[in-house]
């Protein structure tokens, strides 16, 4: 069965402390993996699209890099503003169409 | 990318009404879906609605409760009708890109039901 998972379900850093997120996948058909941040009571922000194994995608203190396993979030050197969940997901063929497949995110908080 | 727009942002509607939730797109896009979230949830796939075609609903979700048009490319409605409590959540409108399969978000729209 496809499944998302990602870990740790809550992550709080000091200023300046990097650190990643991890999202783990098995899914058959991978059509691309997708990272979103979302701020309480907000819709998902899109962030990367990650195609096939071994790709990168960096965006300011974020960087993205995907396995045929898993995806990495990794966070550099983060500021306050970066306090929000990171939503990773994976496309996949269910019943006739393409579906989005979430997993449950990991809440980031950043400490000044 | 894409800049998805969403009326009311917010409403607290009493129980057994309804309540019509808009979406507009600033590009032309095919596919579009609904979703919810719950509090301290993750998103829920209502129904996928593309241009052209009757939306799909998942399982769980039937018309009647919750009716969708799609009248054009950039423009979805999704009512939410014979509300409960039940139905207070946050409703999202995406879009799908065809070439890239990127997936945006609208801001939602938060709704309480009384």
């Known amino acids: 069965e496809d499944q998302v998972t990602q870990s740790p379900e809550a992550l709080r850093l000091q200023e300046g402390e990097s650190s990643s997120l991890n999202c783990s996948y098995t899914v058959s058909g991978l059509r691309g993996l997708f990272w979103y941040r979302q701020d309480p009571g907000k819709g998902p922000e899109f962030l990367f699209t990650?195609?096939?194994a071994g790709e990168e995608k960096e965006k300011e203190r974020l960087k993205a890099t995907l396995t045929k396993k898993e995806s990495f979030l990794h966070i550099t050197a983060p500021k306050p503003e970066d306090s929000a969940t990171y939503l990773c997901a994976v496309q996949a063929r269910r019943d006739s169409s393409y579906k989005l497949i979430f997993g449950s995110g990991t809440r980031l908080l950043v400490r000044p | 990318s894409a800049v998805i727009s969403q009326k009311p942002s917010r409403d607290i509607c009493q129980r057994g009404t309804s309540l019509t939730i808009q979406c507009q797109v600033d590009s032309q896009v095919t596919m579009m879906f609904w979703y919810r979230q719950q509090p301290g949830q993750s998103l829920t796939l209502i129904a996928t609605a593309n241009q052209g075609s009757e939306a799909t609903y998942e399982s769980g979700f039937v018309i009647d409760k919750f009716p969708i048009s799609r009248p054009n490319l950039t423009f979805s409605t999704l009512t939410v009708s014979n509300m409960s409590p039940e139905d207070s959540s946050i409703y999202l409108c995406s879009v799908r890109f065809t070439l890239t399969y990127e997936q945006y978000f609208g801001p939602g729209t938060r709704l309480t039901v009384t």
């Open positions: 990650l195609y096939s």
